[in-house]
């Protein structure tokens, strides 16, 4: 990726000057920014709470997998899941859990380097959480649908 084009996307996911509305009308600070020790702690907690998230989601469909069943044992396995069920519910759901812990490592990897600049800029992001919900979301509305489809074929 170019050097101006890396810029160009940082510049509208984070917001600069250039591209956040009202910026133009700002004064420059005269006094330099301040960074507290609580800052960076603060940081930390944020991303430990999405790592914390990413692997948890990533131990519960792991762990799913000791719930399933194979095709020819079906008389036994009252109430467990199917391995085709299980599969569906790993390969949805892992790459989620690796794709939060990517984007957990973007984000304090970017607001370290504004921290440590001492540049002035916005900290929110408005993409990435949302991006992520609507995955999760499709997942499991997904993993609903087939478990569904399952219980109907097992009962039927």
């Known amino acids: 990726m170019a050097t101006g084009v890396g810029n160009a996307v940082t510049d509208r996911l984070w917001g600069t000057r250039a591209v956040t509305v009202g910026a133009e009308h700002q004064l420059p600070r005269r006094i330099p920014v301040r960074i507290e020790p609580k800052t960076f702690f603060a940081l930390e907690r944020t991303y430990l709470s999405w790592m914390h998230m990413a692997v948890t989601l990533g131990g519960v469909t ?9 095709e020819n044992a ?14 569906i519910i790993s ?17 304090y990897y970017m607001r370290s380097v504004f921290l440590e600049k001492k540049q002035y800029g916005f900290f929110d992001d408005k993409l990435g ?9 499709l997942a499991l509305s997904t993993i609903m649908v087939v478990a569904i489809i399952d219980y109907n074929s097992v009962q039927g």
């Open 62 to 70: 792991s762990a799913l997998v000791g719930f399933s069943y194979s």
């Open 74 to 87: 079906k008389a036994s396995a009252a109430g467990a899941i199917s391995q085709h069920t299980v599969q």
């Open 91 to 107: 390969l949805l759901l892992l790459p989620i859990a690796v794709l939060m812990m990517v984007y957990a490592l973007y984000i």
């Open 129 to 137: 959480p949302v991006v992520l919900c609507v995955l999760i979301m």
